[in-house]
């Protein structure tokens, strides 16, 4: 099934009990149901396929992000301890960051303000206004 959000088209469909729900990157209708036939046999062929559009961020990157959306807004600059985080888990993938590496209680801020940020950028996709 394909529907429409804003102006743009989407895929939504449930394959194997898995529900996918996923931009078509398109405003023409012909084009989005063609679209939505090919990326259907593209799951269906190799079910791998869900999960190749999800990106791994790093750490680095969020903390890029986050230095370019939020900081400008807070009062204080970025202090040691955030900087301390940035050269300690550097490159690694967040989703590869275990609970027990973190002492949780000086990362709060950040952390929080990254939960913060991956929501922001939710929010300017389904507006259309996301910057990568």
Same mark, same amino acid.
């Given at each position: 099934? =394909?529907?429409?959000?804003?102006? =743009?088209?989407?895929?939504?469909?449930?394959?194997?009990?898995?529900?996918?729900?996923?931009?078509?990157?398109?405003?023409?209708?012909?084009?989005?149901?063609?679209?939505?036939? =090919?990326?259907?046999?593209?799951?269906?062929?190799?079910?791998?396929?869900?999960?190749?559009?999800?990106?791994?961020?790093?750490?680095?990157?969020?903390?890029?992000?986050?230095?370019?959306?939020?900081?400008?807004?807070?009062?204080?600059?970025?202090?040691?301890?955030?900087?301390?985080?940035?050269?300690?888990?550097?490159?690694?993938?967040?989703?590869?960051?275990?609970?027990?590496?973190?002492? =949780?209680?000086?990362?709060?801020?950040?952390?929080?303000?990254?939960?913060?940020?991956?929501?922001?950028?939710?929010?300017?996709?389904?507006?259309?206004?996301?910057?990568?």
């Amino acid at each position: 099934m =394909i529907f429409k959000r804003q102006k =743009i088209w989407w895929l939504e469909k449930t394959i194997d009990g898995r529900r996918i729900r996923e931009s078509l990157s398109t405003t023409s209708k012909r084009d989005a149901q063609k679209l939505a036939e =090919i990326r259907i046999a593209e799951i269906l062929e190799h079910p791998s396929a869900v999960e190749k559009k999800k990106k791994n961020y790093t750490f680095a990157a969020l903390y890029a992000l986050w230095e370019d959306r939020v900081l400008p807004f807070r009062k204080s600059p970025a202090n040691s301890q955030e900087k301390f985080w940035l050269d300690h888990f550097g490159d690694r993938p967040v989703v590869e960051i275990r609970r027990d590496e973190i002492d =949780i209680g000086p990362l709060n801020t950040i952390l929080m303000a990254m939960l913060g940020m991956s929501g922001l950028r939710s929010f300017e996709k389904s507006k259309g206004v996301a910057r990568d």
